[in-house]
């Protein structure tokens, strides 16, 4: 890809790469459009141009809206092809954005995709350790490409891109969003199924809602036991409960708030 980086200026290929992202942005926003799915903001960020878009309860339709930018990219790349000078550049720009946005990275789109599908085949705890381990050897490999890059290409493009790659903060509170969407989505499952697994939990009256929730195990409908320092219960809740209590509470208050909703 890098093979005319000595011809072209640094500004074509800026320009090129500003472009690809821009266009790599609208394809998500054409398909979210095309879901129903809104758009609440659009900004710029280290990675580039980010559309961010409320989120939709169906996994299968934010696969499809995740794909879709890399796929407008090689669209675009593919009615470029064979053509001079900038067009070129931006050609090769749209092919490099789209690769470098399927890695199994989060939040890239393939690492987005990938948590999407290991939560639906293992649960969300099996699902976050085996993406963080997997976005650790990743993020290694590209710094040791990216250097190479610079030795036999002087382009630092890739090692940049390696470096600015947040952590596992937001995959963290992606797997947080998954769980609620999950339990949202639980009742219809249920009522759908006529039949479901059941988990009970015994909890300290002193965890959060965000502790109790991170336990919670995948496809399971929650019988949840709160006990005090006495080893006493205290109340009964179920995951209807948990949700109720989000219109009132947030995350990090006291799990026994969600009695006081009860009552």
Do not use: W
């Not at 074509?12 to 942005?25: D, K, P, R, Y």
């Not at 669209?75 to 090769?92: D, M, N, Q, R």
């Not at 995350?251 to 009552?263: F, R």
Request: charged share 20%; net charge positive; aromatic share 10%.
């Amino acid at each position: 890809m890098f093979e005319g980086f000595g011809r072209v200026t640094l500004i074509s290929v800026v320009l090129a790469c500003l472009a690809a992202i821009i266009i790599h942005e609208a394809f998500h926003m054409f398909a979210a459009h095309i879901f129903g799915v809104a758009l609440y903001s659009f900004r710029p960020t280290l990675v580039g141009i980010r559309a961010r878009l409320k989120n939709t309860r169906s996994f299968k339709k934010q696969t499809v809206i995740y794909f879709a930018g890399p796929l407008g990219n090689f669209i675009v790349a593919i009615c470029l092809y064979k053509t001079g000078g900038f067009l070129s550049s931006l050609s090769e720009a749209n092919i490099a954005i789209g690769l470098f946005n399927l890695l199994p990275i989060y939040p890239l789109d393939g690492g987005q995709i990938l948590l999407i599908l290991l939560y639906k085949l293992m649960g969300s705890s099996r699902a976050f350790r085996i993406a963080k381990k997997l976005a650790i050897v990743l993020k290694v490999f590209l710094f040791i490409v990216g250097i190479l890059q610079i030795v036999l290409f002087k382009n630092p493009s890739l090692l940049i891109a390696a470096v600015i790659l947040p952590g596992t903060r937001l995959m963290e509170e992606a797997v947080s969003f998954m769980k609620l969407e999950n339990l949202l989505n639980r009742k219809q499952r249920i009522l759908k199924k006529g039949v479901y697994f059941a988990g009970i939990i015994v909890v300290m009256e002193d965890m959060t809602i965000g502790d109790v929730m991170q336990r919670l195990d995948y496809d399971r409908f929650h019988l949840i036991y709160i006990l005090n320092r006495d080893m006493e219960i205290i109340g009964l809740i179920t995951e209807q409960d948990i949700i109720k209590a989000f219109e009132k509470y947030s995350s990090s208050d006291k799990i026994t708030n969600v009695l006081a909703c009860k009552e």
